[in-house]
């Protein structure tokens, strides 16, 4: 039988990944993606894109919720094979999907409490306990690795330079090699070492997200110098949205190199994100293979070492000091620093307006 792959998510929206393969009684998710966004899109979640019961495994190229967030859920309806994925990936997974399901257990605990529902009652989309049984279930693989996943079916992963253990996925199956990427890294980013390539494919399943607009080719180091020096120009606070696991950590990185090189002043930098904060500490382990080799050379630091984690500044903290950083991810929807073509105006806020300090 020739392999059929049958596309759940991440089709015509960019969000719940989800690509079922079947080859000879195979049957293999890649990817495990939460819908994220509206309402409607949320809605999607509740129904059951594949009876889980039936999944041999799962493959994951990489953290980001809308990958594999949706893991507890499936393994709350019923799977119970393997989740293969990079040593990495499961680190951060460790913390993603039982932030995710506090975050669904409040929700519907908030909903009951306040009458907003229209369920007796409302009910999270999955647990804590359902994201540990979950967690149980992963198996990390090496990049380069071959692995078999279900009877009949090859697979290995490689790099793909868009967050930490982020992977392009290669399965070989009835003599056809699919490739799936994904999302793709770019070249020269900070913390992160460039994609491996890919030397063929029969099929290539590519993520297009941003595939209709073209990158600016610097890192957003010019944009971030002109931000901060507004921000202390002002005595204000610098508030910078960035997502929790890779732009948090490539922006702290940032800030500290140009802290180093005199670019900006040393300033307060608070990041306001537990999860944040907890990724951090993965990306921060020695030796990571994904990880450009200078990252953990001593001298270089991986954020700058006065940041202050879990916590946000009192606004006298910009007044008194001079600016402040302040990195906040729950509110990296859309906002996101870098990722929204280097427009600091509209994605980075700088208040209060106080007038300039006047020279002396
Ligand atoms: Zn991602």
Redesign the pocket.
Known sequence: MTPQLTFLGAAGTVTGSKFLLESNGARVLLECGLFQGAKSLQERNWTPPVQASTLQAVLL????I??SGYLPRLVRDGFDGSIFCSPATADLIGIMLPDAARLSEEEAEFRNRTGATRHQPALPLFTEADATRALGLVRRVAFGDAFTPAPGVTARLSMSG??LG?SVVQVTTAGRRLVYS??LGRYGVAVMRDPDPVSEADTLVI?STYGNRLHPSDDGRPILVEAVQRAVSRRGILLVPAFAV?RTQELLFLIAELETAGQIPRLDVYLDSPMAAAANAIFSRPNLPAMPPFYTTPGYAASPPHLIQNAAPSVTAGINRGGSLWIDSRRAIERDFITKEHQPCENAFCWPSLPPRQPA
């Open positions: 190229s990489h953290a980001h809308d990958h868009h967050i982020a994904g999302d993520e890779g």
